[in-house]
Nanobody, 129 residues
Framework: QVYLVESGGGLVQAGGSLRVSCAAS????????MGWFRQIPGKEREFVAA????????KYADSVKGRFSISRDNAKKTGYLQMNSLKPEDTAVYYC??????????????????????WGQGTQVTVSS
């Protein structure tokens, strides 16, 4: 129904920056809230950042506040996660997810895994020390 493709992952040194992208095959991207999650082998997928369908509201995990920035370009049907001041602890597979938001507030930000139904395949981000 909804196809999401992440890109932009790679290898970067600690202190560096990386931007990952999420391209969505939907008709109207602003009908969807979006989030980024990450997963380390052996651990559950954890919340990183999320943005409202309107694009006007965001939330971040405490571990990435001040370093990561989530954004979206509805015309391009693409979401982004700008990652600055990267740390080795940020190494993980990063996943994009969207939630169909019609019938709900366009300003609401969703932070739970179970609140999203559609996920991308993930992109690996590795931060070396």
């Amino acid at each position: 129904q909804v196809y999401l493709v992440e890109s932009g992952g790679g290898l970067v040194q600690a202190g560096g920056s990386l931007r990952v992208s999420c391209a969505a095959s939907v008709f109207t991207f602003n009908n969807y809230a979006m989030g980024w999650f990450r997963q380390i082998p052996g651990k559950e997928r954890e919340f990183v950042a999320a943005i409202s369908a309107s694009g006007g509201f965001t939330k971040y995990a405490d571990s990435v506040k001040g370093r990561f920035s989530i954004s979206r370009d509805n015309a391009k049907k693409t979401g982004y996660l700008q990652m600055n001041s990267l740390k080795p602890e940020d190494t993980a597979v990063y996943y994009c997810a969207v939630r169909f938001n019609i019938g709900y507030s366009a300003s609401y930000v969703y932070t739970g895994r179970n609140e999203y139904a559609d996920w991308g395949q993930g992109t690996q981000v590795t931060v070396s020390s």
